[in-house]
């Protein structure tokens, strides 16, 4: 007589093999929530990366203005110079306010200068910053794309560099933080 076969059995070959394609597959989902994690960081330093540019641009455009500020204040000085040497050439006496008023523009500009100097040296500090998040934003931007790829081509390893690219890419995030 023949043996019936168990129906039973055949379903626990199946969802024994279920179970462990589950086990084989579960990083998968750990891909996921990195790439979120990931996502997130990269968005964060994006918008300190733009914050720091604008700044840069601002502190660029006060120092443009110091600038001309100081080079009005130097036309004054120039004029004023003028006008005391026109009034001697003319054979009367220089007036005793030019020569205040030349002295005046000089300290001025002196003053000028040194604002106009100090905001291009702090657009230089937003820029050095926004180039750092920069490349923390790129890098992060392509660990995002390996992520992606390690689900596709189902490759661990990937991942793993992935994750490695995250790490470098933290590290530039938190220097341009700092």
């Not at 500020?69 to 054979?91: D, H, N």
Request: with cysteine; hydrophobic share 45%.
């Amino acid at each position: 007589m023949e043996e019936m076969e168990d129906p039973t059995e055949k379903l626990k070959e199946i969802q024994e093999e279920v179970l462990e394609n589950e086990r084989k597959e579960k990083w998968t989902l750990h891909v996921a929530l990195s790439t979120a994690v990931v996502a997130v960081l990269a968005a964060i330093a994006g918008l300190l990366s733009g914050h720091h540019a604008n700044e840069a641009m601002i502190e660029q455009i006060k120092a443009g203005n110091q600038w001309s500020y100081y080079q009005a204040k130097s036309i004054k000085s120039e004029l004023a110079v003028s006008t005391a040497q026109l009034m001697v050439a003319v054979g009367k006496p220089a007036a005793g306010d030019q020569e205040a008023k030349q002295v005046r523009y000089e300290k001025e500009k002196e003053e000028i200068k040194k604002e106009a100097e100090q905001c291009e040296k702090n657009a230089e500090g937003h820029l050095r910053q926004h180039t750092i998040l920069a490349k923390s934003v790129t890098i992060f931007q392509i660990a995002i794309a390996i992520a992606a790829i390690s689900i596709l081509a189902r490759k661990k390893r990937l991942w793993h560099v992935c994750l490695l690219l995250s790490a470098v890419a933290c590290g530039f995030l938190i220097l341009g933080i700092i």
